[in-house]
């Protein structure tokens, strides 16, 4: 395929296809519960700044990476994400993670009831810590209908889309989410902590319930950014920041 170059200068493809692969995974008990307690006792200690948060979320990652099984999860993961991409004729994109902790609570609510899509092929989502049961504990949201051929100029105009809906009311974003939640457009997937869950995050629109009480904690690894967002994506992130 016919390649063009983005902001940061790799060349991804005009249009990628997505043929498998689209579906949230989960896989249960990988993470060894004192890995996670070790990462929240870090968290109480020295959240604060977003460097803070950055090296964070990076210490986390190789804390987790501790745990075999977690390791050989990761590369097999991986291996099957690249080899779909590869179908696609997608076979160059950066190869190193992006790490992302995100503290979910009251006081973070315009981070709440956002659907939106990723920037990268793969995302992992490692609970660290749940809210209380109830309507607003920042259960994961799921939309059913994957994209599955996706173009530059396509993807640029979804993440403005998603932008503007982003700075609506928190009463309007949920009343949206409930909406889609009543027709069956998007599903509520509850996390346990110490399990993994794997999804293709580029081809799968999903977003957070709010959180009311207490904090819900998570740890993202995003791989594989083919680049269709034009440096779009990195703006938005520090706009948001």
């Known amino acids: 395929m016919q390649s063009m170059s983005d902001a940061r200068g790799h060349t991804p493809a005009k249009?990628?296809?997505?043929e498998e692969g689209v579906a949230l995974k989960s896989f249960n008990n990988v993470i060894p519960i004192d890995a996670i307690a070790e990462i929240n006792e870090v968290i109480d200690?020295?959240?604060?700044?977003?460097?803070?948060?950055?090296?964070?979320?990076?210490?986390?990652?190789?804390?987790?990476?501790?745990?075999?099984?977690?390791?050989?999860?990761?590369?097999?993961?991986?291996?099957?994400?690249?080899?779909?991409?590869?179908?696609?004729?997608?076979?160059?994109?950066?190869?190193?993670?992006?790490?992302?902790?995100?503290?979910s609570s009251a006081a973070t609510l315009a981070e709440s009831h956002c659907r939106h899509y990723d920037s990268h092929l793969l995302t992992l989502l490692i609970p660290l810590r749940l809210a209380p049961e109830g309507d607003s504990n920042g259960d994961l949201l799921m939309y059913r209908r994957p994209r599955l051929s996706v173009s530059t100029p396509?993807?640029?105009?979804?993440?403005?889309?998603?932008?503007?809906?982003?700075?609506?009311?928190?009463?309007?974003?949920?009343?949206?989410?409930?909406?889609?939640?009543?027709?069956?457009?998007?599903?509520?997937?509850p996390?346990?902590?110490?399990?993994?869950?794997?999804?293709?995050?580029?081809?799968?629109?999903?977003?957070?319930?709010?959180?009311?009480?207490?904090?819900?904690?998570?740890?993202?690894?995003?791989?594989?950014?083919p680049g269709h967002s034009l440096g779009l994506s990195e703006m938005l992130r520090r706009a948001r920041h």
Request: proline share 2%; aromatic share 8%; net charge positive.
């Open 15 to 18: 249009r990628i296809r997505i």
């Open 45 to 103: 200690r020295s959240f604060g700044s977003l460097a803070q948060r950055a090296q964070l979320s990076v210490m986390a990652a190789e804390l987790i990476r501790r745990s075999e099984a977690f390791r050989q999860l990761e590369e097999t993961i991986c291996a099957n994400t690249r080899a779909m991409a590869a179908k696609a004729g997608q076979t160059e994109f950066p190869l190193q993670p992006f790490h992302v902790i995100r503290c």
């Open 154 to 189: 396509g993807n640029v105009i979804c993440k403005i889309r998603h932008g503007i809906q982003r700075g609506l009311p928190l009463s309007w974003r949920k009343w949206l989410t409930w909406h889609d939640l009543r027709r069956g457009n998007c599903d509520r997937v």
């Open 191 to 225: 996390v346990h902590v110490g399990s993994v869950y794997a999804f293709n995050g580029f081809a799968l629109q999903h977003a957070n319930l709010d959180v009311e009480a207490g904090q819900r904690r998570t740890l993202l690894i995003h791989y594989y950014d």
